[in-house]
């Protein structure tokens, strides 16, 4: 069984310039959500992807935007990157979560630092 | 609305000692717990979680927690420490209806030999 995988797995950007990072879900799982680790915290939710959709949405603004492919892998995409989206970014996968239950366990990848200078 | 609160930033035990990390949370219903570890540049790893039923929960690597509802808290042990446990610990809270998990600010624990 293979577990999250995440690319990569550093990255150095520049302000204002776009970047994407990618993940692969765990065999049987097909909801990837995606969390913001700053340094010295805990991971923020950002959003979650379930049926290619987003399903989900914490306080993050538009620039930070996804994508969720039919072999339910998934991409986080940031635009216009400032010095306070320095973070690791942490993928997630679960499978679906039934109408009024509680969230599945997420699993997670090692993630990516990202670093804007 | 939700929240975790780890209140101990950073804990330093002996080799051997027993461990108890603190969380507490902030949710009027029954929450889902769980308790992850990060060792250093790594993602995390899930160590074992609380839905419903019996307030003990066992994990992985010989830990265990107790939920306790009347003190809203879910409180990481295990009995003796390796050195391998040094690590970043987080507690985290779900609710019903919702697919996301608040995290707490984490617990760093440490082991002296």
């Known amino acids: 069984e293979t577990g999250v995988t995440q690319s990569p797995t550093h990255l150095i950007k520049t302000r204002g310039q776009q970047v994407t990072l990618r993940c692969s879900s765990q065999s049987g799982h097909n909801t990837v959500s995606w969390y913001q680790q700053a340094l010295g915290q805990g991971p923020q939710f950002i959003f979650q992807?379930?049926?290619?959709?987003?399903?989900g949405r914490g306080n993050f603004p538009p620039r930070f935007s996804g994508l969720q492919f039919p072999n339910y892998s998934s991409e986080l995409n940031v635009n216009a990157l400032e010095l306070d989206d320095s973070a690791l970014y942490l993928c997630?996968?679960?499978?679906?979560?039934?109408?009024?239950?509680?969230?599945?366990?997420?699993?997670f990848g090692p993630g990516t630092r990202l670093l804007v200078l | 609305a939700q929240s975790v609160t780890q209140p101990d930033i950073h804990i330093t035990v002996s080799e051997g000692a027993s461990l108890e990390l603190r969380c507490n949370y902030s949710y009027g219903a029954t929450p889902y717990l769980f308790w992850y570890v990060q060792s250093p540049g790594q993602g995390l790893q899930l160590l074992l979680k609380y839905f419903s039923g019996d307030t003990l929960v066992q994990g992985i690597k010989g830990f265990e927690a107790e939920f306790k509802r009347s003190q809203s808290s879910f409180n990481l042990r295990k009995p003796s420490v390796h050195w391998s446990d040094a690590a970043e610990y987080f507690c985290?809270?779900?609710?019903?209806?919702?697919?996301?998990?608040?995290f707490g600010t984490g617990t760093r624990l440490t082991v002296i030999p």
């Open positions: 985290a809270v779900g609710q019903t209806g919702a697919n996301n998990l608040f």
């Open positions: 997630a996968s679960s499978v679906e979560q039934g109408a009024g239950m509680g969230p599945k366990t997420q699993y």
């Open positions: 992807y379930y049926r290619e959709e987003e399903n």
